[in-house]
């Protein structure tokens, strides 16, 4: 049962994030395509949607891409403050023994491992929590045609709906 307790936060918050990818595009010219969802390459063109429209930009033209992940910091403090209080308090308060003061001293031993588990375990997951949520970023400004072409496909087939579309990856012949 206690094994099972442990478990329940991370069932529960496992897999919360299962948005597409948006990211952030910047051309030469410094038109900025935000929150775009990075589709496919078509011949020259890295083809994003916004909503329900498709644009078409040229991958020559692209300077920088980002993508702001979320933080994962607080989901990471929950995890970390639930599962500590869980195990801090089934391995503490075992003592053996009849009368009162053997009840309360391990009355009070739950407690405190119930609470040094919820720091250390919400330190602990804050820490991970935040390591998560960095961003990612690709400065296009030195790069070849050829180049580009590779690292957009390795991100589009990164991505959630890359899975979907991975059949219309291609490189352009230069």
Same mark, same amino acid.
């Given at each position: 049962m206690r094994i099972l307790l442990f478990f329940v936060p991370f069932l529960i918050f496992g897999n919360i994030h299962g948005q *597409?990818?948006?990211?952030?595009?910047?051309?030469?010219?410094?038109?900025?395509y935000s929150k775009v969802v990075l589709d496919t390459l078509v011949k020259d063109s890295l083809q994003v949607k916004v909503f329900d429209k498709i644009y078409k930009i040229?991958?020559?033209?692209? *300077?920088?891409?980002?993508?702001?992940?979320?933080?994962?910091?607080g989901t990471g403090i929950l995890i970390g403050v639930t599962s500590g209080a869980?195990?801090? *308090?089934s391995?503490?308060?075992?003592?053996? $023994?009849?009368?009162?003061?053997?009840d309360v001293g391990n009355a009070?031993?739950?407690?405190?491992?119930?609470?040094?588990?919820s720091l250390l375990g919400g330190l602990? $997951? $804050? *820490?991970? $929590?935040?390591?998560l949520g960095q961003d990612e970023f690709y400065s296009f400004v030195q790069k070849t045609h050829n180049e580009k072409v590779d690292i957009l496909n390795e991100i589009i087939s990164d991505s959630n709906l890359a899975?979907?579309?991975?059949?219309?990856?291609?490189?352009s012949g230069d």
């Open positions: *597409a990818k948006t990211w952030d595009i910047l051309t030469y010219s410094n038109q900025p040229p991958v020559d033209s692209i *300077a920088t891409l980002r993508r702001e992940r979320e933080s994962y910091t869980i195990l801090g *308090a391995i503490s308060g075992n003592n053996k $023994g009849n009368g009162l003061f053997t009070m031993e739950k407690v405190t491992g119930l609470l040094f588990g602990f $997951g $804050g *820490a991970i $929590g935040s390591g899975q979907k579309y991975s059949n219309r990856k291609i490189h």
